[in-house]
């Protein structure tokens, strides 16, 4: 941890990192959602930090992006917001923002998402609000809903620090410290702090290819995950199930990275198949509101009964969304030996913090983790055992003594993880 600095300090020390800031801005634009000559580019950033979005629309034209549209956010604006309007309002998605995000999907675009928020701007809001936001926009704005579950409009979710988050990440440090620490953690953990991050990710996509062999190839028919927390949760495959990680790409083979950081390999479970009980490992921040020290308790794939020391109501909203809400549609496989993880950072963040634990997803699952999914529609991708829901919401439960097995067709058992890491390691 680095000493504390006076204002001139970080001053100077924030210019000097400002090369490597560009550099993200560009592996963004250019890895992330690799833009396509005269692309629609959607930066979607909180106001905060206008310098960094303007850093993205700049390599975005660069990139050779047609246009670039940019959607701003700010936490002192959402929170007024959900302080004095009614719960029935945030039911419906105005007619002007269903058409902005439908048609910008419509016409190919490609979205980035910038992740930067207070961990608690939403703290004391009624979690009713925020969960009826979300559903309306995930139900009503079909196009755009549709663009993204199915990889057909390219996105990627990447981070940049706002002073309340650096505050909850480096609660030692004064505002302006806090940030630059912040910019350094996060350029760090998604190996993009050296002189060719584009190349690096490259190398890192080249790194997945062993777990995701090993395991299509076992193509297991369950997973068995215990740990000393209590944790004891069986969960089935579909019988054409595809493991995924790093690179996505759209049904047409665009490549793009959906998440930077990444270090997951993911696949979507049997939704009807999931039974036994799972321990959260690390808090969940969703809308604003954190949810910690939680478990779900699953019967034939749906959740029957949770509790959490905080957050239930919150917890219950997301379980609530739909029937979708109650089963799982993702489970993802990632070693403690990550540089998120080694860092030693709580993130209070779900993009960073799940790439720190394995996790598992309540909601919808992914139509490219099942073999010939992107020809199925959502209902028929239902009736093969993968989730449909109008959410997608990842919890970590990746403790230091996780175990997973895998279960074979004949009913033997292959170790998977061991201690928290992939048994080879």
Known sequence: ??????????????????????????????????????????????????????????????????HVTVIWSDDVVSRLEYEHVETAWFETVPAWQRAQLDDLAAMGACFVFIDGSDPEALLGIDPAKPAAASKAKNQQCTVFRHGLDFNENPWCIAGAPVAAWAQHVFPQENEEVGVYQLWRAILSVARADGDDPESDWELHDARFEKNLRFLNERHFKALHYTASNGTDLSVGLTDKHVWAGGKGKTPDGHDFFPNIPTEEVFTSPHCEQVDGVVYSALPLIHHGNKIDRFW???????????????????????????????????????????????????????????NASCHLALGIGFPECYEGGYELSAEELRERGVNSSHTHVDFMIGTDDLSVTGICEDGSEVPVFVNGQWSWE
């Open 1 to 66: 941890m680095t000493a504390s600095m006076t204002h001139e300090e970080v001053r100077v020390a924030m210019k000097a990192l400002q090369p490597a800031i560009w550099r993200y801005a560009q592996l963004i634009v250019r890895k992330g959602v690799h833009v396509k000559p005269g692309q629609e580019l959607v930066v979607r950033c909180p106001v905060e930090r206008a310098d960094f979005c303007r850093d993205l629309v700049r390599a975005g034209y660069e990139a050779g992006a047609g």
């Open 296 to 354: 779900l308790r699953f019967e034939q794939g749906r959740v029957v009964e949770f509790d959490a020391a905080v957050g239930k109501e919150t917890l219950k909203g997301i379980l609530d969304t739909d029937e979708g809400g109650r089963r799982l549609g993702e489970v993802a496989l990632i070693s403690k030996n990550t540089p998120i993880r080694e860092s030693g950072l709580l993130f209070y963040s779900t993009l960073y913090d799940e």
